[in-house]
Structure formats: C-alpha cells, structure tokens
C-alpha cells in the first residue's frame, strides 16, 4: 500500500478578514502552523491570533526575519496587487492569493518567493462555521515545485483539490457570478414583486429550493421549465407588458432571459 | 376543543399528465374519490385510472351524468380556455384549474357550476414523490360557498393553504419565473461556460447550493455577494469585456443584471 507523507507547513496570512478568519483555523486543525497574521488594522490581526495557538500579530509586510514557508494573501481582491509590491519575503517561500478573480502574475514582486494561487470555491459568512473538506480548492503554482507545496497544502485541507490556470479561474469567476450572484438577484427581485403586491415571499421559497435541487440533480438543462422554455409567448408576453409598466428594466432583464432560454432550448 | 369535521369529495380530473398525475393518488391518500379522468389521449387516462381504486377513464368532456362534486382541470395552460368552453357539467358543481398563470374568470362556461382556482406552487417531475403536507396550495373561489369547498379539498392535502386572487396568483407567477425559471438558467449559463473551457460543472456544485441555501435562510438581500454587490467595476468591466468577444447577449445580460444589483443594493 502506498502511504502519502503528511507535511506540515509553517505558515502566515496576510489578511484578517472574511477568508482570513475561516482558514487560520482549519490550517491549525490540519496540523499546520500559523506563525503570523497581518492586518492593516492591526487590532483585526491581534483578535485573529487570539483564537489561534501560537500566531504573533503583525503591523507591517516585512517578513523578511519570518521562518514560515507559505504566505497566504487573504485581502480584498483589489489590494492583492498593492500587497504584492510591498510584502517581503524569506528566500525560497511560496506566496498565493485565495483569489477567483486575479491572474497568479499579479503576485510577482522583488523577493526571491515562487508564486501561486490557492482558492476556495466557497461563499464564507462570519460566525458560520463551513466543512472544508467539501470546498473545491482550486490550485496553481508558477512552476511543479511551486504547484506540489500549493497542492500538498490544500490536499491536507480538502479532498476536492483541482489544478486550475488563471485563464480557467477567471472563467470560472464569471460562471459564479451567473450561477450565484445572479441567481440569488433573481430571488431579491421576486422577494420585491410579491412583497409590493401584499403576498408572503415564504410562500415561494418550497418552490424555489425544489428548482435549485433538481437542477443540481438532474442538471439544468433538463431542469429547465417556464413560459420561455415550453414556447408559450402568450404568457411572456402577458409578463412583458406587465413589467413594462411596473418596471421597465425588470421588463428589459425578463425579455433577454427569456429569449436567451428559447435560443438556448 | 374545536374539532373541524372532515368532508371528503367525489372528484374527476380533466387531464392525466404531470400535475394530474401526482395530485389524484394524493386525494385519494386524504380520504376522497376520484371518479373519473379524462384525457385527449384515452390511454393516458386508461393509464392513470390504473393506479387509481374506482377510477374510469374519459373519452369525452361531457360529465353531466358525472356524480362528482368537484372538476379539476389539470391540462397545459393554453388549452383550459378550450376546455372550460367544451366541458358540460352537472348542476351545483365545482369547477377548477391547477394554473399560476390563467385567471379564475377563463372557466366560465355554460354549466351551472362555480368556479374556483387550485394551484399548487410547486415543480412536478414525472416518478418523484412529493410531500404535498408542504406545497403551498393557492385557492380562489367566485363566491364564498365555492371559496370554502375549494379550501377544505386543499386543506386536507396540505398545511400551507392560502387564498389568492388572480391578480396577486400572476404576480407570484412572474416572480416565480426569476426565481426558479431565470435563476435555473442562469446555472446552465454558467455550466456552458465551465465546460467550454474544459473545466467539470461539478466544481461549481457546492458554492450553489450553498448560496441558495444562504439566500433563502438569512434572506437574498443580506445575502448578496459579488463584484456588482461590492462596486467593483473593475472586475464587472473585465467580465463583460470577457463575454462581449465570447457571447455578446450574455454581455448584455451581464450588464443589465450587474446595473440592477448596484440599483438595488
């Protein structure tokens, strides 16, 4: 039987947010070490540390005197490049973002560290604990050396770890943006519809958790149901002129759906 | 205590596809009698009867010798106008549909029956069991006498009875199409997307059933993430520029929706 060696790393995060606050822990519970934690706002890191075992707060990005081997970038994507330029690194360490959206050369900077990306395919909500084992990690390093440590390091964490490049990532950013930023407008507009018309939203919400599991279950193509899909243009237009006079843009959303549905039946 | 007596009804249902077919073994599992189904295709309706007790499939639309209380009439929504012309029904009946979409006042007809609605807000797939007890069922009735039969029939299929009337049932009726209709779509958008580039949609799998989960629990305002959410134009511009070489409607449906949530927010 083959036995894979477990390897412990020594790590610190830069970030002490949303990402942050939900990894530190969980690479503790997996036996690695979190040596330090920076945050701009330096009482965020010291609160981070609090719950951590041995993990020192940090003011500023010189980790040129740091032992640890991974530096984790868990901060808003649009300072990841910002941190990239200042942070200094011990020769030979890895730096990744936890980024769907920032290309892996976005890190490249003046230490002699390697590069990757290591990024959670989750939506993570303060005070709500996630199974981590079931997050898609989604991995990749500038060179095979690079990619094994980043790899190595989210198989210790999940057993869904994909080597995905920046141009896969990005596309798959955007796919998120339809299959959840999206779909959860959806339901903020139909909330809004039936709640200025007097009708309680609970009374959608069976209906709306079926569709989401059958299209999970059976894929959404097949899941596909509604006026658009059957063809029936009486009711879409019904619909239409409805809007057109309660809301012209949600009029203008409903048609380019629809007729994207029928194209695409 | 108040003890609210039972009433069970003789009922016969116009149609034998996907509604008909889980709605009449459920009424005859509360206690009633479904006398006959009719169905365009007589076999369809041979069929149905079959899993049914006393049950004898209809060829025609003439019921005046019928001694069933209740009519249900469970067709596509395009065709419940023609039947409701067609059908002849006896004396002090009920007549209802099962549609979200088609107002109380498309069945009447020539008979000296009442008219109601029965909608049951959910989505039926053909061979999967559905826990009735929680579909919300909608009713109407033209008058208070067909308003409380048509609620003791739904009250005793399910805990979530409530009265809407036709103008409130079309509005539900479009919020459901962007909740459940757009947002399914809006999943195969994305699912086209991932595996145009090679990437398994099963990746996208748990950040979806988690968003939707978030959505229904905390509520989608609260739950609203993403680059429009946050004001990141940056990463919207970026997307759309993205999609505009690869797929301008969906720029454009990219465009209108992010536009909506930074509306919105």
């Known amino acids: 039987m083959f ?10 995060i830069v970030g002490a947010g949303n990402v942050a606050s939900h990894l530190a822990p969980v690479l503790e519970g997996a036996g690695h070490e979190v040596v330090e934690v920076y945050s701009r706002q330096f009482s965020n ?11 020192v707060p940090k003011a500023d990005l010189d980790f040129s005197g740091s032992n640890a081997q991974i530096f984790i970038i868990a901060v808003p994507d649009q300072h990841i490049v910002e941190v990239a330029r200042q942070i200094v690194l011990p020769e030979g360490s890895v730096l ?3 980024s769907g959206s920032i290309d892996m050369g976005a890190l490249e900077n003046d230490s002699e560290a390697s590069i990757g990306v290591f990024y959670p ?5 303060k005070n709500t604990e996630v199974n981590f084992k079931e997050i898609p990690l989604l991995v990749e390093g500038e060179d095979k050396a690079t990619l ?3 790899k190595s390091l989210a198989e210790s964490l999940s057993r869904k770890v994909h080597e995905v490049d920046s141009e896969q990532r990005a596309v798959l950013h955007i796919a998120a943006v339809f299959s959840c930023n999206f779909t959860n407008h959806m339901i903020t507009i139909a909330q ?3 709640e200025s018309h007097a009708i309680n939203f609970e009374l959608l919400k069976p209906l709306i ?13 097949a899941a596909q149901t509604g006026p658009a899909r059957r063809g029936d243009q009486a009711v879409v237009d019904k619909h239409t002129l409805f809007l057109e006079e309660a809301n012209p843009e949600l009029a203008q959303i409903y048609r380019l759906i629809s007729q994207n549905i029928v194209k695409s039946s």
Chains 1, 2 share one sequence.
């Open 209 to 221: 958790a079926e569709t989401i599991s059958k299209s999970l279950n059976i894929g959404p193509k």
């Open 96 to 98: 990744v973002h936890t």
């Open 148 to 150: 094994k440590i980043v």
């Open 45 to 55: 890191a010291e609160q981070l540390c609090e719950g951590l075992y041995n993990a």
């Open 121 to 125: 395919l989750q939506t993570f909500t």
């Open 192 to 194: 809004d519809m039936v």
């Open 3 to 12: 036995l894979k060696k477990k390897v412990y790393y020594r790590i610190s």
